[in-house]
């Protein structure tokens, strides 16, 4: 069974950085079978928005556009922790961040899918103020 905790939300004033961690278990991400890990946002009265996801194969990374230049999604493998790196932040950045897990290499365009990932972490607050 894969379990997922988020890790690293808070609240920054507007251009600060903030590290996101996401520690697995029940998988090794050391491994050489397929598999993708995504970020997702939810901001209050809005969709589940895709930020960003990394598969196995390539080691690729994808980004979503509102992210794109910003966030940097990373793995250490030694930890099995994913990693989401957001720099200059912006208040349109506030939500709670999930991170997702699936045991199968997507295609790019099911990466930036929720119905894509079996595996969902509970959630961490990101308050980026004004």
């Known amino acids: 069974q894969v379990h997922l905790v988020e890790s690293g939300g808070g609240l920054v004033q507007t251009g600060a950085s903030l590290r996101l961690s996401c520690t697995v278990s029940g998988r090794t991400l050391s491994t050489n079978s397929p598999y993708a890990m995504g970020w997702f946002r939810q901001a209050p009265g809005k969709e589940r928005e895709f930020v960003a996801a990394l598969r196995r194969r390539g080691g690729s990374t994808f980004y979503g556009d509102s992210v794109k230049g910003r966030f940097t999604i990373s793995r250490d493998s030694t930890a099995n922790t994913v990693y989401l790196q957001m720099n200059s932040l912006k208040p349109e950045d506030t939500a709670v961040y999930y991170c997702?897990?699936?045991?199968?290499?997507?295609?790019?365009?099911?990466?930036?899918?929720?119905?894509?990932?079996?595996?969902w972490g509970q959630g961490t607050q990101v308050t980026v103020s004004s």
């Open positions: 997702a897990y699936a045991d199968r290499s997507p295609i790019v365009s099911a990466m930036q899918r929720e119905d894509f990932y079996d595996n």
